[in-house]
């Protein structure tokens, strides 16, 4: 059973440019969230998506914005990118019962670098 | 808005001894505490889940507790292995500003095993 992928593993990008980052949820897992982890910091909740709708917001501009397909499959696009988007970008699935008792299983996320 | 916070921020002990990491929140209206464990560059591991109505929880040599009403949670890593040298991250799901989707992470404590 193949667990969360997420892709590319590594991107860099210039200023200004914008990027898209993919992640395939955990086999019967229909809720995918994204985060957004510094250097050094904990992850920050960006949003979620279920039903392919986004269900929740972190604190976030609208450059973040991301999409889910019939599949649970979904993609994180940023705009304008700025040099403080470095980070690493984790993907999270979970089972989306409304239930929040279930547990979020994490991708091994996408390092961007913003030069 | 939720907060939370680990102690120490790193830690440095030899191999074999038993030892207690510490993770306290701001707003005890959680649904349930999670810590995951983060080697260097990858993704997160799903350690244990203390639902908001439970105590503890335990793994092997892996033992959570959760005190809600103080807004506290211990992991305790019993007989350390360099194996465990990692980062632990502690996350809360709920919460004011938390919402019930998203997980509100601490910055983690960086754990150091010596042989």
């Known amino acids: 059973d193949a667990g969360v992928t997420q892709s590319p593993t590594h991107l860099i990008k210039t200023r200004g440019q914008q990027v898209t980052l993919r992640c395939s949820p955990k086999?019967?897992?229909?809720?995918v969230s994204w985060y957004q982890q510094a250097l050094g910091q904990g992850p920050q909740f960006i949003f979620q998506?279920?039903?392919?709708?986004?269900?929740q917001r972190g604190n976030f501009p609208d450059r973040f914005s991301g999409h889910q397909f019939p599949n649970y499959s979904s993609e994180l696009n940023v705009n304008a990118l700025l040099l403080g988007d470095s980070a690493l970008y984790l993907c999270?699935?979970?089972?989306?019962?409304?239930?929040?008792?279930?547990?979020?299983?994490f991708g091994p996320g996408t390092r961007l670098l913003v030069l | 808005k939720q907060e939370v916070t680990q102690i120490p921020a790193a830690l440095s002990v030899p191999e074999g001894e038993n030892l207690v990491l510490n993770c306290s929140f701001t707003d005890s209206a959680i649904y349930n505490l999670q810590w995951f464990r983060q080697d260097p560059g990858k993704g997160l591991t799903s350690l244990l889940l203390i639902q908001s109505s439970q105590r503890e929880q335990t793994s092997g040599r892996l033992n959570a507790s959760l005190d809600k009403s103080s807004g506290r949670s211990t992991l305790y890593i019993a007989a350390s292995q360099p194996g465990d040298s990692a980062t632990y991250l502690c996350?809360?799901?709920?919460?004011?500003?938390?919402?019930?989707?998203?997980?509100?992470f601490g910055k983690g404590t960086h754990l150091i095993i010596q042989p």
């Open positions: 998506y279920y039903e392919e709708e986004e269900r």
């Open positions: 999270a699935s979970s089972l989306g019962s409304g239930l929040a008792r279930e547990t979020q299983y």
């Open positions: 996350a809360v799901r709920g919460g004011a500003g938390g919402g019930a989707d998203g997980l509100t």
């Open positions: 086999s019967g897992h229909d809720t």
